[in-house]
């Protein structure tokens, strides 16, 4: 099977005598329960620069240190990241929902506007306050329903504040909370 094929012929019987059939809004709703960091990515594309929030910021390996994340398809961000050289991505603290909330909004225009950050020399912004920065190179890409899951080689480390991440759960963003 490879990865995006069907696990199953529609008449095969069920994996489990409680499961049931899943469309999106379903995995939506399963995942729900289900704790997800939260990261901004900016990079300058043809259009000039652009950021996005990222639910789906994931590790993918240490040696090459590379980096995963998936982009809703049509929006300005995931045009800019086809053209982008390099992007970045910002570990955000417990105190930055807002931040997350304003990246979050396809298409803003004027996303930079108000937001403290500065430039490198190529004009890829650089938001401030964060738990670090993860500068990247484009390592590869796949095609993936509705997104594409975009992979990033890692080729330096900006270190941040000391704080809790930024988590998305059941609808909302949350903190990590006590230790078990």
Known sequence: MTPLEDPAPADQAPAHPESVPIDGEGLR???RDFASPVV???CVGAGGPRGATIGS???ASLAPPL???NVTHGTRFH???Q???SFAVHLLAEDQASLASRFAVPD???QLDGVAHTRTPLGLPLLADTLGI???RPSGQMEAGDHTLQVGHVVERIPGRDAGPLLYFRRSYRGVGDEV
């Open 134 to 136: 993860l500068l990247c």
């Open 79 to 81: 045009e800019a990241l």
């Open 108 to 110: 803003l225009d004027a």
């Open 40 to 42: 901004i990515v900016t």
């Open 67 to 69: 980096v995963t994340f």
């Open 29 to 31: 709703h399963a995942l």
């Open 57 to 59: 910021f994931a590790s």
């Open 83 to 85: 053209t982008a050289p």
